[in-house]
């Protein structure tokens, strides 16, 4: 007896001339995507797997680990005060640099999208800071915003104002490290800025004729037409502020006067570890403290926070791009 | 049929002794190459440009004294290269590392090869070693380093700011260094700092916790292994020392004062810059003010002491270049006679400590008339000879209880700690909780 959804499917495949497939017509697809998939099963499948493995292990780099079950787990949640601050650092940065380089991201491309006269200048000026590389420009970051000598804080008190400590001060590192990331986000802005110049100009003449101000075009016009492309920031800028690092760790050197000792235990996380992020204790565990078995683990948790943040965006772009299909 | 025989026999070797080159005695050591077997060796160091030269120089003469065994001298090469090259199978017959942060784990993990058996086969006299240094090149019974020369940390201070504020010698206890800092200040007339007697912040320059340990008399581990924060009066005197100095000038103030120096190994360091009065340094200074600030009129002394500990003066805090065997060198014979020239023939070590401007780290090297001709640098001798030279303890976690310790002393400094006792006993909790994790 056949039932209706069987007859249903079967009927499907005559008209879409379905036909048995040879024995081995999987191999040369197969052939074509090796490389990927070799690629993919060395430097992600391995590692990844190994990683588990090694999270519930006692492992120092040198001798055989040692099967530990879930004790690293139950050290990260209930013993380790500076894994908790790490990675409250690490929310705050994500949640901040996400919301503010997005709006300034945005801001920036509106304005460059609206320049006709010396629009490639501006644009290559705003773009350049991002090909600075991350530890010149942190370098020079922390030199401007130097509290004694910076010209920041010089050019704040002209204007009577009285300049915060900035990379010396818990409360002011952070936000320091959200400006110095603002400043080179230039990729971002020529990605938006690339969105917004793809909106139909259309759009625009007939929002006008139906006496649509400039704030009103942008809000129903531009944003819901560049969406795929913000969901896109909000995604690439949540896994910016997840593996934050190399700022953080130089910008601490820096401003606690022992730069050439990058990375040394002495000095990261300085001042008062408002600038140690989750992956800069996750690397000191494993490759200073020898804990590979518990640096694993952090790595498997910070892995697990990163996919459900993507699988949630990307279900959402999907989501955006169907209705847009849709509409 | 005879050839099959001989590589038959050399390849029965090779397994037992790792290779035909290294054979290996029943002492568990390998014997030195004859004198007409060519051995090369690789060496491995974080040393680059002049500095390497200056260790080519030592080698140099570790080859002529071995003519049999040429050194390929490899730069740039720190503690995590050495310890890839060690899990990988391939790593260098010979080790010298900066820190000795990592000694617990080169020895307990056998990454870095005991020594016992070579230092007793050879009857080499450990007793030419400083305590401190034998210290942090051993780790729960496993000789698995020898000291290479040694950073000694004392008191610099500026002679000219001195005279100026009638003070005509060194402080001695760390009530003095405070009444001195005070005389010594000079604040702008809006109330910010402009010259600093001394700068209490911990983490600033060499104000480390474990520098600062040494001259306190401070202990890390009690009886029973476990960490000594909160059982230690001598922790909460020197905390209460750092946060009542740090009072003194108002924590604003003096972070604001250190953000606007210059960086430590910078020629704009701040004593260099006449922009502090008394710092805490190593010997290496000497060079750098040498190079950068040839005409600062300054003196060097060993740091104070606690005021209850006036026994201790005259010592002060030591740690070092540190040099060993890796686990799975080719040529472990011939590493060690290399590892014990370096580390203790004292031509070679005074060589180095010249070139290097490093304390050399055995007591019959500490008697070089170029190095003791330096009144500055001679200071640092005295340190280094004294019974008081200290260092703190090898973990098998590296830094992390430094850290734990100094981030609580951080915290203290800044006024974050309410109650300071209960806060030390809570640091050591978690120092004790962090060594179970690796142990």
């Not at chain 1, 819901?224 to 601490?252: C, E, K, W």
């Not at chain 2, 007793?127 to 380093?145: D, H, I, M, S, V």
């Not at chain 2, 003791?372 to 640098?377: C, W």
């Amino acid at each position: 007896m056949t039932t209706k959804p069987q007859a249903a499917r079967a009927a499907r495949f005559v008209l879409a001339g379905w036909t048995r497939p040879r024995p081995g017509h999987w191999v040369r697809p197969l052939a074509f995507m090796a490389p990927a998939l070799i690629g993919f099963a060395v430097f992600f499948a391995y590692p990844l797997g190994a990683l588990v493995y090694y999270s519930f292990t006692r492992y120092d780099l040198l001798n055989t680990p040692v099967w530990v079950g879930l004790r690293n787990y139950a050290f990260l949640v209930a013993q380790d005060p500076l894994a908790r601050k790490a990675a409250y650092n690490t929310v705050w940065l994500v949640v901040v640099i996400t919301v503010l380089r997005l709006i300034f991201a945005t801001g920036v491309a509106a304005v460059l999208a609206r320049i006709r006269n010396g629009a490639g200048l501006f644009r290559t000026l705003i773009y350049l800071p991002a090909l600075a590389p991350p530890v010149a420009a942190t370098l020079v970051f922390t030199f401007l915003f130097n509290p004694g000598t910076g010209p920041v804080n010089t050019v704040l008190s002209w204007f009577g104002i009285q300049g915060p400590l900035w990379f010396s001060d818990p409360a002011w590192a952070k936000p320091g490290l959200t400006l110095l990331t603002l400043w080179v986000s230039g990729e971002l802005i020529i990605i938006l800025l690339a969105g917004m110049l793809d909106v139909p100009g259309e759009l625009y003449e007939a929002a006008g004729l139906d006496g649509a101000g400039s704030l009103r075009r942008f809000w129903h016009i531009t944003l819901p037409s560049i969406a795929p492309v913000l969901v896109f920031g909000v995604i690439n800028s949540i896994i910016l502020g997840l593996q934050y690092f190399t700022q953080a760790v130089v910008a601490a050197s820096v401003a606690s006067g022992s730069a050439d000792i990058a990375g040394s235990q002495r000095v990261i996380g300085y001042p008062d570890n408002s600038t140690l992020t989750f992956p800069v204790w996750l690397y000191q565990q494993g490759f200073h403290y020898y804990n590979m078995g518990y640096a694993s683990a952090m790595s498997i948790v910070l892995f697990a926070v990163s996919t459900v943040f993507t699988l949630l965006f990307v279900h959402r772009l999907r989501r955006g791009a169907h209705a847009e299909g849709m509409a | 049929m005879r050839r099959i025989g001989v590589a038959t026999a050399c390849l029965a070797l090779a397994l037992i002794a790792g290779g035909c080159g290294a054979v290996t005695s029943s002492s568990g050591t390998a014997d030195a190459p004859a004198a007409n077997e060519k051995v090369s060796l690789s060496v491995w160091s974080k040393f680059s440009g002049r500095e390497l030269g200056l260790l080519q120089k030592a080698l140099d003469g570790f080859h002529v004294k071995h003519p049999n065994i040429t050194v390929d001298n490899r730069g740039s090469q720190d503690d995590d290269k050495v310890a890839q090259a060690i899990r990988g199978g391939n790593p260098p017959d010979v080790a010298i590392s900066f820190s000795t942060d990592n000694i617990g784990q080169f020895c307990s993990s056998g990454a870095w090869q005991d020594l016992k058996p070579y230092i007793t086969r050879d009857k080499l006299d450990l007793n030419q070693l400083p305590a401190a240094t034998r210290t942090y090149t051993e780790f729960k019974g496993a000789r698995c380093a020898m000291p290479l020369l040694a950073d000694v940390y004392g008191l610099y201070y500026n002679k000219a700011m001195f005279a100026k504020a009638g003070i005509s010698t060194p402080p001695k206890t760390m009530s003095e260094l405070f009444e001195y800092a005070k005389k010594l200040t000079v604040f702008n007339p809006d109330g910010s700092i402009k010259v600093a007697g001394f700068v209490p912040t911990i983490g600033f320059y060499s104000n480390h916790v474990q520098m600062w340990a040494a001259n306190w008399g401070v202990q890390w581990k009690g009886q029973d292994g476990k960490s000594a924060l909160g059982t230690d009066p001598q922790w909460q005197a020197m905390l209460e020392w750092a946060k009542k100095f740090t009072d003194f000038y108002g924590r604003d103030k003096l972070a604001k004062f250190t953000a606007g120096l210059g960086q430590e190994y910078s020629p704009d360091h701040a004593f260099e810059k006449g922009q502090i009065a008394m710092a805490m340094d190593g010997e290496y200074r000497t060079a750098f003010i040498a190079a950068e600030a040839p005409d600062l009129d300054y003196a060097t002394a060993p740091f104070p002491v606690a005021d209850n500990k006036p026994e201790l003066y005259g010592g002060g805090y030591t740690t070092g270049t540190i040099i060993g065997v890796p686990k799975g060198a080719k040529n472990p014979g011939a590493a060690w006679e290399l590892v014990k020239y370096l580390s203790t023939d004292t031509a070679a070590l005074q060589g180095l400590a010249q070139g290097l401007k490093n304390v050399p780290s055995t007591v019959p090297a500490l008697q070089d008339p170029t190095l003791q001709q330096d009144e500055h640098f001679k200071t640092f001798l005295e340190i280094f000879a004294s019974p008081n030279l200290a260092t703190n303890p090898a973990s098998s976690n590296g830094g992390a209880y430094i850290k734990t310790a100094e981030d609580f002393a951080t915290a203290y400094q800044g006024g974050s700690v309410p109650d300071l006792k209960a806060g030390l006993t809570k640091a050591a909790a978690q120092i004790d909780a962090d060594a179970q994790l690796g142990g």
